[in-house]
């Protein structure tokens, strides 16, 4: 007898394929067109803070660009792990303890060793 495991319902996204006989030429969640316009808003932020102007193609770039990054992220989305998820681990990481692989001291100083002017050598001790 073969047991059938509920892995064919986690199979099924909510995906919206646009209105009915109209429907668009991809599949994406719920949750990548919510990404992808947030993508696509810092993307135009951080052009508008560089100094790249409002026009069409630095537009259709920030466009490409987040159709590229949220695919990447839509990759890394499933059932058992959402995006808000996805960003919490990537937070984690990046601000996580890290090993001290640097030495630990203080800087090198000379200002706690008494210095003399050197004694010419054929006068010392009275020689």
Known sequence: ???RTDDEIYRIDQVWLGPPRATFPWRATYASYLVG???FI?????QRRI???FNILPTAWALVITVALTR???RK???EKGVVQLFEHFWHE???PRERTAHQGGRV?????????AVPRGRRGGR
């Open 72 to 74: 990447v992220i839509s």
């Open 51 to 53: 100094g790249i102007a």
């Open 109 to 117: 100083r000379t200002s706690h060793v008494r210095v003399r002017r």
């Open 1 to 3: 007898m073969r047991v």
């Open 77 to 79: 989305v499933n059932y």
């Open 94 to 96: 990046v601000t996580g």
């Open 42 to 46: 810092v993307v135009l932020f951080v």
């Open 37 to 39: 316009f947030l993508i």
